[in-house]
């Protein structure tokens, strides 16, 4: 029978890269990556005993993901300053680098729960999926996108 912590040690491994993922979606900064990534880890870790595999276990890492994030998000909503830089940060990208760049940043003002939507949607994951990882039908899901989209197009690129 296989330990709580090699089970642990092989899930981490295997889903490093959807963990990472998820703690980018939420901060550019590598210091902060890395303490949110920590950060699912012990939740992960906490919650692991208790996972009782009705849903995927990809599944369950998402949703422990973006709740850890969206989490550290509130609370760093608090500490927030504005940096005003009279920079081009584009002028040295090609046009699809900036284009990508624009689109990052229009998605890094949603609100974080239509953040982790996007996220989830960008990565692929089918409509059920994701409206089994954020707890919403998959209806709302088709809904929330289309208005997501909507809002993307209509912001500036202040």
Not at 23 to 39: A, T
Not at 126 to 133: F, V
Request: proline residues 1%; charged residues 30%.
């Amino acid at each position: 029978m296989e330990s709580l912590e090699t089970k642990f040690a092989e899930m981490v491994r295997e889903n490093k890269s959807t963990i990472f993922t998820v703690c980018y979606m939420f901060s550019k900064d590598q210091e902060e990556v890395n303490d949110l990534f920590q950060e699912v880890l012990i939740n992960l870790w906490k919650g692991l005993a208790s996972f009782k595999g009705e849903s995927d276990i990809k599944t369950w890492i998402y949703r422990v993901s973006l709740n850890t994030c969206i989490s550290f998000e509130r609370k760093k909503k608090h500490e927030v300053l504005p940096l005003e830089m009279d920079v081009n940060l584009y002028d040295d990208c090609d046009d699809d680098t900036r284009q990508i760049k624009i689109l990052y940043h229009r998605i890094n003002r949603l609100g974080v729960f239509d953040r982790a939507i996007v996220l989830l949607w960008l990565e692929n994951l089918s409509y059920d999926e994701i409206a089994s990882i954020v707890g919403i039908s998959v209806k709302n899901v088709s809904v929330r996108l289309v208005r997501i989209k909507e809002q993307l197009k209509n912001m500036s690129n202040d």
